[in-house]
């Protein structure tokens, strides 16, 4: 499914990451619905490649992103173009690894009942579960789940080849960070905590997208708000600092368990989650980092 992003839309989800803020423009790398690389800022985009010619795809351009080294939109050789005139997929067409954790904000530990994990409780997610803006989210027949629930989050995209990252050093490893929605169905994870991979994996369970927006290295993350949005309502939100284990943390300890690799991706964990049902409209907003939204249907 191709959404096309409004330039209202591109202004609610776009502009407050700088206007609104007063920080200096965010850059970020995307990918058309026909698979164009794009680079650029609040201001407009360039295709990568009149940046630079040698990066084809966004995945071509995450470890320079991540060195630093990767060009502004002001180098290109080409116009920036305003953003809404592009419908947009996932940014990175095969992503790879794909990491959850579970209960990393104390908060929504305490409201599960459940106390903060004194280590990451990771798991993972088949690339297959992976979809772009606008989704659909499409649910399982109500008869292998009834009880489907979604939740915002800030992902992590690795750009560098990578292991035994101390966290100081996580930026030098980091492409960007991307907003996500990932699905579980908890009536299936509520029968067996062993059931966790079955409740995660159901195609389209991660909406991923709609960039990757680069910060500068080392910017201070813990007042960035997480916010799950369902059908307009605010489900629950909750800030960066309030995590158990950071961005940086959590990049730190996978990288000590296994290689990690360009394009693979941390979702860093969630505020809280709402019921979804067909006709549901979620959306995750991340501020100072975009967002994604996508409509439910079975």
């Known amino acids: 499914m191709k959404v096309r992003a409004s330039d209202e839309v591109w202004r609610l989800l776009y502009e407050p990451l700088t206007r609104r803020w007063g920080v200096a423009l965010m850059r970020y790398l995307a990918r058309t619905a026909d698979g164009d690389a794009l680079l650029g800022d609040d201001d407009g985009v360039v295709p990568l490649e009149a940046a630079v010619p040698e990066h084809t ?19 290109a050789t080409a116009e920036r173009t305003p953003r ?11 992503p790879g690894k794909l990491f959850g954790i579970g209960l ?24 297959t579960a992976a979809t772009g803006p606008g989704g659909p989210i499409r649910l399982p027949p109500a008869e292998i789940s009834d009880r489907v629930t979604a939740e915002a989050e800030l992902a992590v995209v690795i750009g560098r080849t990578c292991r035994n990252v101390d966290a100081a050093d996580a ?10 929605i990932d699905m579980t169905a908890e009536d299936i994870l509520q029968r067996n905590p062993r059931f966790l991979t079955r409740s995660k994996s159901f195609d389209t369970f991660l909406v991923f997208g709609p960039h990757i927006a ?14 799950t949005v369902i059908d307009g309502e605010t489900i629950a939100e909750n800030v960066v600092g309030n995590m158990t284990f950071s961005p940086r943390e959590l990049v730190a300890y996978h990288s000590d368990v296994m290689t990690l690799q360009p394009g693979d991706v941390i979702s860093t964990g969630t505020p ?23 409509d439910v249907t079975r």
């Open 57 to 75: 795809s966004v995945r071509d351009a995450l470890p320079a992103a991540a060195a630093g080294t990767l060009p502004g939109a002001d180098d």
């Open 84 to 94: 809404g005139n592009y419908s947009l997929g996932a940014p990175v067409a095969e």
């Open 104 to 127: 990393n904000y104390v908060e929504h530990a305490g409201d599960l009942s459940e106390d903060a994990p004194e280590e990451p409780a990771s798991f993972f997610k088949p690339t």
């Open 171 to 180: 930026d030098d490893v980091i492409a960007g960070y991307v907003p996500v």
């Open 214 to 227: 680069m910060p500068e290295p080392g910017a201070d993350l813990a007042d960035t708000t997480v916010r």
């Open 272 to 294: 809280g989650a709402g019921v979804i049902e067909p006709g549901s409209h979620v959306r995750a907003e991340v501020d100072g980092f975009g967002g994604v939204a996508a």
